[in-house]
């Protein structure tokens, strides 16, 4: 017997106010947690856009260093440049990048979140809002009906049995049968979607912080991707350069031989070597 009249567990047994007080909290703080993760993408985006720029200034500033304090004075070329040429270069595909990954978390993630956090607390403030006219309504018609059941038995003790009794004993009645089909609607439908409404609503903003997470992550594996293919590159053109280099400078001794040698073997135990020509890696 206790099989057949056991039901599931429906939204109806939520209609507890400590329960939806419960839900309600729970929403509010997943869309706060979805605020910080907006901030921390936001603040990030500032810190790339930021160094990028520094960045790009430090390459500007050296570079004219380069030609005024080393250059100027004595018009030297060869490997060491195109290598100090390489590593500015490398710092400018890296400023790009990391401007790149700024305006992609300031555009699409932190547009996403920002929209998804509005959206989202307009929609608990809604249905915060609606439960509460729903709950205040049923108040005031069950305070009604109150009102009517005393009337009426006053009326019955001052009275007796007349025709004031039946009138307020019709009234009576149709707003308590009014009043019970309002709470079983508002109980067994309204209310329920209400709840469902709720609860979609945190899922869906659960599922816009996890996927704007793992946006945050692949925005930052790219970043890193961007950068691998341009390091080869220069390598090689720095090995092209090296080799030219010794075929025009054979007779070059001391100090500079010494360096290039030392930054070989450097390169070459750092496993970014596959060759005896110097790379930068």
Same mark, same amino acid.
């Given at each position: 017997?206790? $099989?057949?009249?056991?039901?599931?567990?429906?939204?109806?047994?939520?209609?507890?106010?400590?329960?939806?007080?419960?839900?309600?909290?729970?929403?509010?703080?997943?869309?706060?947690?979805?605020?910080?993760?907006? %901030?921390? /993408? $936001? +603040?990030?985006?500032?810190? =790339?856009?930021?160094?990028?720029?520094?960045?790009? +200034? *430090?390459?500007? %500033?050296?570079?004219?260093?380069?030609?005024?304090?080393?250059?100027?004075? =004595?018009?030297?070329?060869?490997?060491?440049?195109?290598?100090?040429?390489?590593? *500015?270069?490398?710092?400018?595909?890296?400023?790009?990048?990391?401007?790149?990954?700024? =305006?992609?978390?300031?555009?699409?993630?932190?547009?996403?979140?920002?929209?998804?956090?509005? $959206?989202?607390?307009?929609? *608990?403030?809604? /249905?915060?809002?609606?439960?509460?006219?729903?709950?205040?309504?049923?108040?005031?018609?069950?305070?009604?009906?109150?009102?009517?059941?005393?009337?009426?038995?006053?009326?019955?003790?001052? #009275?007796?049995?007349?025709?004031?009794?039946?009138?307020?004993?019709?009234?009576?009645? @149709?707003?308590?049968?009014?009043? /019970?089909? *309002?709470?079983?609607?508002?109980?067994?439908?309204?209310?329920?979607? @209400?709840? +469902?409404?709720?609860?979609?609503? +945190?899922?869906?903003?659960?599922?816009?912080? =996890? #996927?704007?997470?793992?946006?945050?992550?692949?925005?930052? #594996?790219?970043?890193?991707?961007?950068?691998?293919?341009?390091?080869?590159?220069?390598?090689?053109?720095?090995? /092209?350069?090296?080799?030219?280099?010794?075929?025009?400078?054979?007779?070059?001794?001391?100090?500079?031989?010494?360096?290039?040698?030392?930054?070989?073997?450097?390169?070459?135990?750092?496993?970014?070597?596959?060759?005896?020509? @110097?790379?930068?890696?």
């Amino acid at each position: 017997m206790a $099989n057949a009249t056991r039901r599931r567990l429906s939204f109806v047994d939520l209609a507890h106010p400590q329960v939806w007080h419960k839900l309600v909290e729970y929403t509010e703080v997943t869309i706060a947690f979805a605020k910080l993760i907006t %901030d921390f /993408n $936001n +603040q990030w985006a500032k810190i =790339c856009l930021l160094t990028s720029s520094q960045l790009q +200034q *430090l390459v500007i %500033d050296f570079r004219r260093k380069t030609e005024s304090e080393i250059r100027g004075k =004595c018009h030297l070329g060869g490997m060491m440049y195109d290598l100090w040429e390489s590593l *500015l270069l490398e710092s400018e595909i890296e400023s790009q990048s990391l401007k790149k990954v700024a =305006c992609i978390m300031e555009k699409e993630i932190c547009g996403q979140l920002t929209n998804c956090v509005m $959206n989202k607390t307009l929609q *608990l403030t809604l /249905n915060k809002e609606y439960r509460h006219d729903l709950d205040e309504i049923l108040e005031k018609s069950h305070e009604y009906v109150q009102e009517l059941q005393e009337e009426y038995s006053k009326i019955f003790n001052n #009275q007796g049995v007349t025709s004031d009794i039946d009138l307020a004993h019709n009234e009576y009645v @149709l707003e308590l049968a009014g009043v /019970n089909g *309002l709470y079983s609607k508002y109980q067994y439908n309204i209310l329920p979607e @209400l709840l +469902q409404s709720m609860e979609q609503s +945190q899922l869906e903003t659960i599922d816009a912080i =996890c #996927q704007n997470i793992q946006l945050i992550a692949s925005v930052l #594996q790219e970043h890193q991707d961007l950068l691998k293919p341009h390091r080869p590159s220069m390598s090689s053109n720095a090995d /092209n350069e090296h080799d030219a280099h010794k075929r025009n400078s054979k007779n070059i001794k001391g100090l500079w031989h010494d360096a290039f040698r030392a930054l070989k073997t450097s390169t070459t135990a750092s496993g970014s070597g596959e060759n005896e020509n @110097l790379s930068v890696s």
